[in-house]
């Protein structure tokens, strides 16, 4: 073979491996399976965590339904101050005979529309206008007349000025008050109970890290230890102790995992759901956040407060109803009325019926007294009680109420100076587990006094846990007084 060609082959072999390479490389990464996409976790802030509980759970969401509905039906009691429409009508036939008429029966018909008002100040007002259509069948005389008309009431004794009336308008009022905020106390309670499964699962997932912790620092004890006993260079009582340490930290993350367990089904009910799986991260929180924390101050009472104070208002309101039905009924009453005379058409009994020169009036007074004393003294004797025991339930309400609060806020600031001083307390016994584990391998302190020592650490991370408990639920609490650190 000439030089030339072989140098022609030499260069196409240059030039075509490397391609041949790079197309079975693509080859082998097309076949290649797609690792699937890990799920993606998002954080989840407590007020995004209550925003799902108002949305999704079934407790609070039927607390705030009936709270608006107390606060709805409520208002059907001043209706009996609205301006109400009436109208009614009726056909009589009558074939009783008259001595001076011979007739075959008489046939009538009437209609009445208008409009009546009840004032706040006890006057009872109406205005009607009516039409009627009188038939003597068997003569032949027909005639019609209309009649506007004004009539008023107006209370002398029972219900003078309207008291009976807007008494027991407002004990209606006041009632459904007081539902909507029991209501509104419910709806709370919800929110302050999911609110207590989000921290309970926050601190159970640290737990859980504090326990992980433990174990793998006693598994590097254990394997340590084991390694010197087994070259002779420590005590069998070592690994025993090392063994015994390991399978009690074991024990510590199996009841760290269920109760993160049950924390994430609380946590999920709390939302709606059925699963024990939470794959948000939710927030963390430490004695630097809780140190900006002021001395808490209350800007309202606590809705079961507020709901006693209403359900004292209403009960004396209806009281003051009460008593003023048992009053004997004295009332004076008019009636002023244009009539228009007997035409002969209806169009013409209805444009005459306006004009003035045959009015009607009527004025009077009417008197209405209880006989049976005793049973109205009775019933009012009932409402009087029943006010007065509201009185006393509304005074220690409002004592347990002050009561709480100050211990509320004493435990507050005694929380926030533990979750600090147990922070300070976690440092220190770190540092001194540290030193003592330099110590022991170097052969100056005992395996037993680590122990001791990993001991006290982790009981410390745990009391810390449990003092953040302690101040997140308080802060919870204080979310009834208007007060919340988020």
């Not at 207590?196 to 230890?225: C, G, H, N, P």
């Not at 025991?389 to 709480?404: F, I, P, T, W």
């Amino acid at each position: 073979m000439k030089p030339q060609s072989q140098l022609r082959i030499i260069l196409t072999l240059a030039f075509a491996l490397p391609l041949a390479s790079a197309a079975q490389s693509a080859q082998t990464q097309a076949a290649k399976p797609t690792p699937a996409e890990k799920p993606t976790v998002t954080a989840l802030a407590i007020t995004d965590f209550l925003s799902q509980v108002k949305e999704q759970n079934g407790a609070y969401k039927a607390a705030d339904l009936n709270r608006s509905a107390a606060e709805s039906y409520g208002d059907e009691a001043s209706l009996q101050l609205s301006p109400t429409f009436f109208a009614s009508a009726q056909l009589n036939s009558d074939a009783k005979p008259s001595p001076f008429f011979r007739y075959d029966h008489i046939e009538n018909s009437s209609y009445n529309v208008g409009l009546s008002q009840q004032f706040s100040f006890g006057l009872q007002a109406k205005f009607s206008y009516q039409f009627s259509d009188t038939n003597y069948v068997g003569i032949a005389p027909r005639y019609y007349e209309a009649r506007p008309q004004l009539e008023a009431t107006l209370p002398l004794w029972r219900n003078a000025f309207g008291r009976e009336t807007r008494s027991s308008i407002d004990a209606a009022l006041l009632a459904s008050k007081a539902k909507a905020e029991g209501y509104d106390a419910s709806a709370k309670a919800a929110l302050l109970e999911a609110e207590a499964a989000y921290w309970r699962l926050a601190l159970a997932r640290e737990a859980l890290k504090v326990s992980r912790d433990a174990l793998s620092r006693a598994q590097a004890i254990f394997d340590w230890t084991e390694r010197r006993v087994k070259l002779s260079l420590a005590d069998r009582t070592e690994g025993l102790q090392s063994t015994a340490q390991l399978k009690a930290r074991r024990l510590d993350v199996k009841q760290a995992e269920d109760d993160e367990r049950s924390a994430s089904l609380a946590f999920n009910a709390a939302r709606g759901l059925t699963s024990d799986k939470v794959q948000e991260i939710l927030t963390s929180i430490n004695a630097d956040l809780v140190a900006k924390w002021e001395t808490p101050k209350r800007s309202q009472s606590r809705p079961d407060v507020e709901a006693v104070k209403l359900q004292l208002a209403a009960a004396e309101a209806s009281a003051t109803a009460a008593a003023d039905r048992s009053k004997p009924s004295l009332e004076l009453f008019g009636l002023y009325a244009f009539n228009s005379p007997q035409k002969a058409t209806s169009s013409d009994a209805i444009g005459e019926s306006w004009q003035n020169d045959k009015p009607s009036s009527t004025i009077g007074i009417r008197l209405q007294i209880p006989l049976d004393r005793t049973t109205t003294d009775r019933a009012q004797t009932g409402w009087l009680k029943e006010a007065q025991a509201n009185r006393l339930l509304s005074e220690r309400k409002l004592l347990e109420e002050e009561r709480d609060w100050n211990d509320l806020t004493a435990r507050f600031s005694l929380a926030k100076e533990k979750v600090r001083l147990y922070e300070d307390l976690e440092k220190a016994q770190q540092e001194k587990l540290e030193h003592e584990r330099a110590r022991q391998k170097a052969g100056r302190t005992t395996m037993a006094q680590v122990i001791q020592f990993e001991n006290d650490f982790e009981q410390t991370q745990f009391a810390r846990i449990r003092s953040l408990a302690e101040l997140l639920n308080l802060n919870a609490q204080m979310k009834l007084y208007g007060v919340a650190y988020e």
